[in-house]
C-alpha cells in the first residue's frame, strides 16, 4: 500500500522553557527531516530558531499559572477563536497538544479539523485541585484519539483519573547525535563561553525557573560546596534570583539558550532539585546522562531511581548542606572518570513510534 503522510500540528502557548518545550522542538525537527509537514499555532521558546514554520500564535503565549487566572479567562474566548480560525486552514491535520490549557480548552474546537493526540510530561498531583483537574481531563479526553505518556508513571497517573481511550507509552529519550560525550577542546571552549575555568569541575541547573524546579535550592548548594554553578532556563523567578540573594560570582545566569547543548559541555555535574510534584522522565537528566554529566538530586525530587540507574549521586537530603555533600562527592568522581566512560549511548526508535502515536503516516 502507498503510505500517505499527513501534517502534524503542534498546538501550544509558552514562554518558558523547559523539558516539554524542547521535547516538541527536538521531536518536530527529526519529522520534518524524515518528510513530514509539521507547524506550530502558538508560541514555544527554540521553534523560530529551529527553523520550524509557525502558522500563527493565536495569542497562545504563557501556560496556565504563569499570568493572573483573571487574564487566563478575560483572555481565553478571542484564543479560541483565533486558533479554530487557523486549524480550519489545516484542515485533516493531526493536531498534537501537550499543555493542560490546551488539551482542555481546546480538543473539541481542533477535533472538528483533524485527529487530536495529547502529550503528557508529568505526574497528576494529589490535592484537591488535582482532583478538580482530573475530572475535566477524564471528561476532555473523550475529544483526543490517542494520549501519549513519558513514562509508565505518567501513564499510570492517567489511567487513574478515569481516562479510557488509549494511552501509549512512549519514553523521553534524546538525540545521542547531538547530546554526546564532548571532546577536550569542546569543553575548552564551552568553558570559556562562561567564563568558567578550565580546571575547574562545574555544576548545572537547566529548566524552567519556577517555584516547582527550587531553583534557589541548587544555587545554595552549589555555593555551600563552593563550586560553579552554571544556571541556565527562563521563567517567572529568574530576575529575582539574578538580583537577588542568590546571586553570588561563582552562579553563572545564562538565561535561555536556543541550544543547551554547549551548557552541557561546560560542566561535568547536573543538580536537578524539583519538589518532585508533576515530574515524568525530565529531559535534563538524560541529556546531562548522555554528555556523561554525573547527576545529582535529592530522595524527594521523585528522579531518585533513575538518578541511581544512570550512576548519578543521591543526597541524604534536600537541604542545601545534603546537596552540598552529594555535589562534592560527584566532583570527586567527574575528576577520576572520563566523562566518555559515564556516557550515555543508546537511542531508541523514538520518532517511528511518534509518528506512529500521532498517526502522520497512514495507509491509503
Keep these: 500500500m502507498k503510505s500517505k503522510v499527513h501534517e502534524c500540528v503542534l498546538v501550544a ?32 521558546p527554540g521553534w523560530a530558531e529551529a527553523g520550524l514554520p509557525i502558522f500563527g500564535r493565536a495569542g497562545l ?9 483573571l487574564l487566563s479567562l478575560l483572555k481565553w474566548p478571542l ?12 484542515r485533516g491535520a493531526t493536531f498534537h497538544v501537550q499543555f ?8 473539541k474546537v481542533l477535533r472538528r479539523y483533524g485527529n487530536v493526540v495529547w502529550t503528557e510530561h508529568g505526574r497528576f498531583r494529589r490535592s484537591w485541585r488535582s482532583r478538580i483537574l482530573g475530572k475535566l481531563y477524564r471528561r476532555t479526553s473523550r475529544y ?8 509508565s508513571a505518567v501513564a499510570s497517573d492517567v489511567k487513574s483519573v478515569g481516562v479510557s481511550g488509549r494511552v501509549e507509552v512512549i519514553p523521553n529519550t534524546v538525540d545521542v547525535s547531538r547530546y554526546a560525550a564532548p571532546a577536550s577542546g569542546e569543553v575548552k571552549a564551552a568553558k570559556k563561553r562562561f567564563n568558567i575555568a578550565e580546571s575547574e569541575v562545574s555544576a548545572l541547573w537547566i529548566g524552567r525557573v519556577e517555584t516547582g524546579k527550587r531553583p534557589d535550592l541548587a544555587i545554595e548548594a552549589a555555593v ?31 538565561g535561555h539558550l536556543a541550544d543547551p547543548t554547549v551548557a552541557y559541555r561546560a560542566c561535568e555535574i547536573l543538580i536537578f532539585t524539583s519538589a518532585g510534584t508533576g515530574e515524568g522522565l525530565p529531559l535534563a537528566l538524560l541529556e546531562g546522562a548522555a554528555c556523561g554529566l554525573i547527576l545529582v ?10 538518578v541511581v540507574q544512570l550512576d548519578g549521586v543521591l543526597a541524604s537530603g534536600d537541604s542545601p548542606q545534603a546537596i552540598a555533600e552529594a555535589v562534592r562527592k560527584a566532583a570527586k568522581l567527574a575528576s577520576q572518570e572520563p566523562r566518555i566512560a559515564r556516557a550515555l549511548t543508546s537511542r531508541s526508535d523514538w520518532v517511528s513510534r511518534h509518528r506512529m502515536a500521532l498517526k502522520v503516516a497512514e495507509d491509503d
Design 297 to 306: 538530586t535529592h530522595p524527594s525530587s521523585g528522579m531518585a531511581e533513575p
Design 79 to 90: 484564543q479560541c477563536i483565533a486558533v479554530a480560525r487557523i486549524a480550519r486552514k489545516h
Design 13 to 44: 502557548g509558552t514562554t518558558g522553557l523547559g523539558g516539554a518545550e524542547r521535547y516538541a522542538v527536538d521531536l518536530y525537527s527529526e519529522m520534518r527531516t524524515a518528510g513530514i509537514p509539521v507547524g506550530l499555532i502558538g508560541h514555544i
Design 100 to 107: 493542560k490549557r490546551e488539551q482542555l480548552g481546546l480538543s
Design 224 to 254: 555551600e560546596a563552593d563550586i560553579d554553578l552554571l544556571f541556565v532556563g527562563a521563567g517567572d523567578q529568574l530576575e529575582t534570583l539574578a538580583k537577588g540573594i542568590y546571586a553570588p560570582k561563582r552562579v553563572i545566569f545564562a
Design 61 to 69: 503565549t504563557n501556560k496556565w499559572g504563569a499570568e493572573s487566572p
Design 144 to 151: 483526543a484519539d490517542s494520549i501519549i505518556a513519558v513514562s
